[in-house]
Structure formats: structure tokens, C-alpha cells
């Protein structure tokens, strides 16, 4: 795929919302953001440092399945902010993945870094893929047939694959059958993630951990999505409308089409608000809304880079990367 093709795609979102801006009528946007209930905004604002801990114990989770020299909770921590920030910045959230060179100044191998942070986005997307399905369910006479091709797809994809990847015996399978197709210099590669990845097995209690971990990450970024919807009045929408909703647009929003999410998001609001008798103009508020959390998530994430530079780690993790021998 050449640069142009790619860089076409993803702007796909934002000339769908430059659309629904030039039909909508901005003074009315305007009006009903003027006129939200700030407390509610306030809670979901201010949910965000738990949204944060839950995340990054799932992700610790993982390193600790890998037998990796895990940082603390509060490192962790720092270390997904500024995953939220580039993530949110990229197309496809791929920028998220920085937080694995980060890990390998500090020591650690990046091939298991990279799959542990692989395997957290994945176990995120299950559970909105499930979410996402019960929402085509729901509104199957709202959304075109293309966008419900596209949500099932995704979702099949990451319901099958994270299993797959967690458990030993079927990724032990899916290398087998995928290297005698490699290059020999990625075949060598592969060979060698084996190894690294070989301790981590889907048993019980870490798959009982991270659907605790998953769930808890899930309830509270469907409840931030909630009170806004009470910051707009917006109280005729159901909450498993809401819930489904929120989970379709995060599986649509890992199309790398857009940039934090725009265009897309407002593809799917305005028709699920309007089969609740809401206007466009109202889906396109609550939607701004939606980004004022991906802007705190950014502002956030990116005080916290300028602050933990990659590149410039503390005495005790120069201590850390003295002592353990890097990939």
C-alpha cells in the first residue's frame, strides 16, 4: 500500500465529519454545549486516573505472565498516560506501542514488551467486540450494511486471535504453520520470540484475573460515556443502547480511517441517537464531548512525555538495564 493510498484512508473520518458540520447548524452545537450540566462532565473527567490504574494492572498482569522485570504500578501508570496520548494521536492507535521502547531503555527484551502490550489492547477489544455484536443486534435497521460487515469482521477477528495468542498450544500451532511462509531472516526472528514468549500459557486463574481486570476497565469507560449523555439531557437513550454504542465505536475506531476517532464516532452517534428521536446537532455534541476525553487523555499523557522524555530513565532503572541483559 503506497503513501497516498494510506494517507486517503485515513482521512476518510475527518471528511465524514467535515460533512456532518457543513449539513448541521453550528450556533445550535453551540447553544447545547453552552447549556450541559458541568457536574456530570466533571465525573467523567475526573474518572480518568481509575480508568488509568485498572488498565495498567491488567498490563502488569501480562508482563508478570511473561516473566518480565515488571515496573511498579506507578511507573506502569506513567508509562500508559503517554500510551493514551500517542495512541489517541495515531491512526489505528498504533502509536500506543511506544511504551515497549520506553521498557527496553529500562532492560527489558522488546519483542515480549510489545506482545504483552499487544494482548492488553486485544483483551479490551474482546470484551467491546461483544458489546459491539449486541449492538448490530439492537440497531440492525439503523446502520448500512457495509459498516455492519466491517464491525462483525473486526470483532470475529479479535474474539478469535486473543485466544489463539494467549493460550500455548494454539500459538504454538498458528507459528508452526506460518514460518515454513517466512523469510528466513523473520523466520529467525520468530524463532527467537518463541523462546521469549514461551512462559506465557492461558491458565485459570490469569484468565480469570484478566476478565476481573477487563470488565473493570470496561464499567468504567461505559460509565464516563454515561454521564455524558446526562451532561447533554440526553435520557430517552437506553443504557444498552449506550453501552453497545460506545463498544462500536471502539471496535470501528481501530480502522486506521481516522485520527482519534473522528468521523467515525459521529457515524455511528447521529443515527443511534436519531432511532431515539435526538437531532444531528445533539449527536454532534455529545460527540465533542467524547473527544474532551481523548484531549485529557492527550494533555495528560503528553505533560507526563515531556516530563519522562523516552530515552531518559532514573538511576534505578539505569540499574535495572546495567543488571538485565537487553533483546
Known amino acids: 500500500m503506497n503513501s497516498y493510498l494510506r494517507w486517503g484512508l485515513r482521512l476518510i473520518g475527518p471528511v465524514l465529519l467535515i460533512y456532518f458540520l457543513l449539513t448541521s447548524h453550528l450556533e ?5 454545549i453552552g447549556h450541559l450540566a458541568v457536574v456530570p462532565l466533571l465525573v467523567s473527567l ?3 486516573p481509575v480508568f488509568v490504574l485498572v488498565k495498567s494492572w491488567r498490563w502488569i498482569l501480562l508482563m508478570d505472565e511473561l516473566e518480565l522485570d515488571t515496573p511498579p504500578l506507578g511507573r506502569t501508570m506513567i508509562l500508559y498516560m503517554i500510551g493514551l496520548f500517542l495512541g489517541g494521536t495515531t491512526p489505528g492507535q ?7 521502547w520506553y521498557l527496553r531503555a529500562r ?25 459491539a455484536l449486541l449492538g448490530l443486534w439492537a440497531f440492525s435497521d439503523v446502520f448500512p450494511a457495509s459498516l455492519r460487515l466491517a464491525a462483525v469482521v473486526i470483532a470475529a477477528l479479535f474474539i478469535v486471535s486473543t485466544p489463539t495468542l494467549m493460550a500455548r ?31 506465557l500459557t492461558l491458565h485459570p486463574a490469569l484468565l480469570l484475573q484478566l476478565l476481573i481486570a477487563s470488565g473493570g476497565s470496561a464499567f468504567v469507560t461505559m460509565f ?15 443504557i444498552l443502547a449506550i453501552i453497545a454504542t460506545t463498544a462500536l465505536i ?10 482519534s476517532g473522528l468521523g467515525v464516532r459521529e457515524a455511528v452517534l447521529i443515527p443511534v441517537l436519531a432511532h431515539y428521536g435526538y437531532s444531528q446537532e445533539q449527536a454532534l455534541s455529545l460527540s465533542a464531548l467524547f473527544f474532551l476525553l481523548n484531549i485529557e487523555h492527550a494533555v495528560f499523557g ?12 532514573s538511576p534505578a532503572d539505569a540499574a535495572a538495564a546495567a543488571s538485565t541483559p537487553a533483546e
Open 28 to 32: 445550535v452545537i453551540g447553544g447545547i
Open 46 to 48: 475526573l474518572l480518568y
Open 94 to 100: 498504533s502509536g500506543d506501542f511506544v511504551k515497549a
Open 107 to 131: 532492560g527489558l527484551p522488546l519483542a515480549p514488551v510489545l506482545f504483552s502490550i499487544l494482548l492488553d489492547r486485544l483483551f479490551d477489544f474482546v470484551i467491546m467486540a461483544l458489546l
Open 169 to 199: 498450544r494454539p500459538r504454538e500451532w498458528l507459528m508452526q504453520v506460518l514460518m515454513p511462509w517466512m523469510p528466513q531472516r523473520v523466520r529467525t526472528v520468530v524463532e527467537r520470540w518463541r523462546e521469549q514468549f514461551s512462559a
Open 224 to 238: 464516563r460515556i454515561y454521564v455524558l449523555f446526562l451532561a447533554l439531557d440526553l435520557h430517552q437513550v437506553p
Open 250 to 259: 471502539a471496535i470501528l475506531q481501530a480502522l486506521p480511517i481516522s485520527f
Open 302 to 313: 503528553f505533560l507526563i512525555s515531556l516530563r519522562y522524555p523516552l530515552g531518559a530513565i
